[in-house]
């Protein structure tokens, strides 16, 4: 059994920073891709940035150069930090990884339970 566990959503004034954590545990042989995804209101789950086990990352063209994904392979989280934050930003904030449970598994993704990132004055 695998576990994702986000913390730090909240709510913010446009201009101000936040940042997202996401800790895996459980039944956990290797973690590759790691990544964050929003879903607004009335619209669809997106991308907003993903990291390889490598460090190779990859950021929706709406955030770049205000969000960075980090992530620490000893403790299996991966970090979001939001930064210069917009109104359009607010959404729910979901994490997904990309695991294996044992040496011969398939690859399964796993998601957060999301939290709420509301952007406002």
């Known amino acids: 059994q695998v576990q994702l566990v986000e913390s730090g959503g909240g709510l913010v004034q446009p201009g101000g920073s936040l940042r997202l954590s996401c800790a895996a545990s459980?039944?956990?042989?290797?973690?590759?891709?790691m990544g964050w995804y929003r879903q607004a209101p009335g619209k669809l789950r997106e991308l907003v940035a993903v990291i390889t086990s490598g460090g190779t990352t990859n950021y929706a063209d709406s955030v770049k150069g205000r969000f960075t994904i980090t992530r620490d392979n000893a403790k299996n989280t991966v970090y979001l930090q939001m930064n210069s934050l917009k109104a359009e930003d607010t959404a729910v904030y979901y994490c997904?990884?990309?695991?294996?449970?044992?040496?011969?598994?398939?690859?399964?993704?796993?998601w957060g339970q999301g939290t709420q990132v509301a952007v406002s004055s």
């Open positions: 459980g039944s956990i042989f290797n973690i590759y891709t």
């Open positions: 997904k990884v990309n695991l294996q449970i044992g040496p011969a598994s398939v690859l399964e993704n796993y």
